[in-house]
């Protein structure tokens, strides 16, 4: 999550949208990994809410919750979607789309099975061959519950750098008020490369 949102910083959020529950709702998972009541899942969610808070020093980013429970293991589990309400109380926590029904909260589910269905295993949606696409339903849901969102987050700075080369030894400097500086040779969500935690990185590689 705290990954997740560096890219936040970069390019601003709306709001992050919570769609979990599955693996609480499986009486297959062991109970270590999962929730053990309705107020067991509200205060695991609530906590992580707050630390993603915290990461990214915005105290009021908006988080939709889902309601999510159906697992291949059985039907619509009314603990995790108590739990999941139970967090949705208001601004800034939401009550997202409610995937366990095809429409609003009630009436046929999303657990059809058969050729023409939403889900491909009875718990992931996928765009299946037949009439049904679940993951085109799952987006419109979505959009159906939150629309175009308000009161993003914008973008912060973007830190501005220099590059040069002298001997095969290419050093990269950056500038700006960062608290923190991590350098990586895949991607942002990667390990760092040791020493790699200064504005100014030298390396050969290429």
């Given at each position: 999550m705290k990954n997740a949102l560096n890219y936040?910083?970069?390019?601003?959020v709306r709001a992050v949208l919570w769609h979990q529950g599955e693996t609480d709702a499986d009486v297959n998972v062991n109970p270590v990994y999962k929730a053990t009541s309705a107020a067991d899942y509200q205060t695991k969610l609530q906590a992580i809410i707050a630390k993603s808070r915290t990461d990214f020093g915005q105290p009021n980013l908006t988080w939709y919750i889902s309601k999510a429970s159906f697992s291949k293991s059985g039907p619509i589990n009314a603990t995790v979607r108590s739990g999941q309400g139970n967090v949705a109380t208001g601004a800034p926590n939401l009550g997202g789309a409610d995937t366990d029904y095809v429409t609003g909260s009630a009436g046929p589910t999303t657990g059809v099975t058969g050729a023409d269905r939403y889900r491909v295993d009875t718990t992931h949606f996928y765009e299946g061959p037949g009439q049904i696409k679940g993951l085109t339903w799952l987006a419109n849901k979505w959009f159906s519950t939150i629309g175009s969102l308000s009161n993003p987050v914008a973008a912060s700075w973007?830190?501005?750098?220099?590059?040069?080369?002298?001997?095969?030894?290419?050093?990269?400097t950056v500038f700006g008020n960062a608290v923190?500086?991590?350098w990586s040779k895949i991607g942002i969500n990667s390990p760092p490369e040791p020493g790699g935690n200064g504005n100014i990185f030298?390396?050969?590689?290429?």
């Open positions: 936040g910083s970069l390019f601003g973007v830190p501005q750098m220099t590059y040069s080369l002298n001997a095969g030894w290419r050093t990269l923190q500086h991590s030298t390396t050969q590689d290429k």
